[in-house]
């Protein structure tokens, strides 16, 4: 006998799976006799040996009917392939803000790990640590970013007329 009080309900549970499992198993054995027997498989099912020829077959029966209708090939518009168009000094200035701060936030966050270690180990108290990564890690990545703004600068223009001819 088991002091678990709970076993006893864990074998009720597990007796009437069994008697359940009896039943169907019972219910499988014996087909029932109103039911008509299932047809074999017809001739035009796949077998092992036998090739499907997929071109005679046709296969716009799968397709919605919006799809089944002849479409106007689409027009590019484009500028002649001979032209750059360099990228805007917005986006330029944008990019640079964007790997400034992911450098300073990646710098920032090394430098909070170490801190944020020392002061969970000193203080006993593991919430230094994510508080310690996440502010190093912004500090840096804000200053980074503005210091690699502030350097952000337009391309020289071309002082010199394009030679004719």
């Not at 219910?27 to 040996?49: C, E, K, V």
């Not at 168009?85 to 909070?112: D, H, T």
Request: some cysteine; charged content about 20%.
């Amino acid at each position: 006998m088991s002091l678990n009080p709970f076993t006893r309900q864990r074998e009720k549970r597990e007796e009437k799976l069994e008697a359940k499992l009896e039943e169907l198993k019972a219910a499988q054995a014996a087909p029932p006799l109103s039911a008509p027997m299932a047809d074999p498989a017809p001739a035009s099912a796949w077998t092992p040996g036998r090739e499907v020829d997929y071109e005679a077959e046709d296969m716009n029966k799968y397709l919605p009917a919006s799809a089944q209708v002849e479409q106007a090939a689409p027009t590019w518009q484009s500028r002649p392939t001979n032209y750059y168009e360099p990228p805007s000094r917005a986006w330029q200035c944008v990019s640079k803000l964007q790997s400034g701060f992911m450098i300073g936030g990646a710098l920032g966050g090394a430098f909070g790990f170490l801190y944020g270690t020392f002061a969970a180990i000193k203080y006993k108290h593991v919430l230094y640590l994510p508080i310690a990564v996440l502010q190093a890690g912004g500090a840096f990545g804000f200053f980074l970013a503005c210091g690699t703004v502030i350097r952000c600068e337009e391309p020289p223009l071309a002082l010199h007329p394009p030679a004719a001819g």
